[in-house]
């Protein structure tokens, strides 16, 4: 009963507090309608063909590429963005998505990520989003470093 309470409450925060990263993620979801969905923690999956994953309100995209290991990784992980979605509500795209998207795919951080052996996961929002993960669902990220 908590959990389904909780699962509950986590929908509509999301659609209220987060709606407008919900909203978005519900046009990558409708666009990925004819790919395999499942559910985690209350959130939508979506695998997807891209090789990074993405989270928007509640909605999850993990990529094909990952292995099978990586992919719970990556959904754990993900899932710990969904909470910060949560927490900073429409604050979460200046705070998160924005900085997260220019760590990924900014040439220049990419390659100095690469020359300096920088872990992607040591930038602020995505070891949160690990912190958050960790707590909630139990997982080490022994992959995703």
């Given at each position: 009963m908590v959990?389904?309470?909780?699962?509950?409450?986590?929908?509509?925060?999301?659609?209220?507090?987060g709606i407008i990263q919900t909203l978005a993620g519900a046009v990558v979801f409708l666009a990925l309608a004819g790919r395999e969905h499942f559910i985690y923690r209350g959130a939508v999956g979506t695998?997807?063909?891209r090789g990074e994953s993405l989270s928007l309100g509640m909605f999850i995209f993990i990529s094909e590429?990952?292995?099978?290991?990586?992919?719970?990784e990556l959904?754990?992980?993900?899932?710990?963005h969904t909470v910060q979605s949560l927490i900073l509500g429409v604050l979460y795209l200046p705070v998160i998505v924005l900085p997260s998207s220019l760590w990924c795919m900014l040439p220049f951080l990419v390659?100095?990520?690469g020359r300096k052996k920088i872990?992607?996961?040591?930038?602020y929002t995505e070891k949160?989003?690990?912190r958050i993960a960790e707590k909630l669902t139990g997982i080490n990220f022994g992959i995703l470093i």
């Open positions: 959990s389904l309470l909780k699962r509950i409450a986590y929908t509509v925060l999301q659609c209220t507090w695998m997807w063909r590429q990952a292995s099978p290991e990586a992919r719970k959904c754990a992980h993900e899932y710990g390659k100095r990520r872990s992607y996961y040591s930038f949160w989003a690990n």
